[in-house]
């Protein structure tokens, strides 16, 4: 079954960027819908940006113009750039593959916004 590894999480000044990476162990699929999401402690995991079968890239309100999330075919990854980083986008952050009759998570990484 299709694993998905992230990384690149950890501790940046607000204002600061990081790039995270979600690796998956087999490929994906054009058709899959690859998505972000992210889990703040003590709030509920919500949905930051994903890329749908049609190519398109969606993003939350609360990130848009910061955030940039792209996908490599090639090397079955997806990443998330983000910069302007705010102390309220600390949490942590999951990539998600949405399959028919499949829907995987990886285990998060941590990004900490913090002076």
């Known amino acids: 079954q299709v694993q998905l590894v992230e990384s690149g999480g950890g501790l940046v000044q607000p204002g600061g960027s990081l790039r995270l990476s979600c690796a998956a162990s087999?490929?994906?699929?054009?058709?899959?819908?690859m998505a972000w999401y992210r889990q703040a402690p003590g709030k509920q995991r919500d949905l930051v940006a994903h890329i749908t079968s049609f190519g398109s890239t969606v993003y939350a309100d609360s990130v848009k113009g910061r955030f940039t999330m792209s996908r490599d075919y090639s090397k079955n990854t997806v990443s998330l750039q983000m910069n302007s980083l705010k102390p309220e986008d600390t949490a942590v952050y999951y990539c998600n593959l949405l399959r028919p009759g499949l829907t995987l998570w990886g285990q998060g990484t941590l990004v900490t916004v913090s002076s």
């Open positions: 087999e490929g994906i699929f054009s058709t899959d819908v």
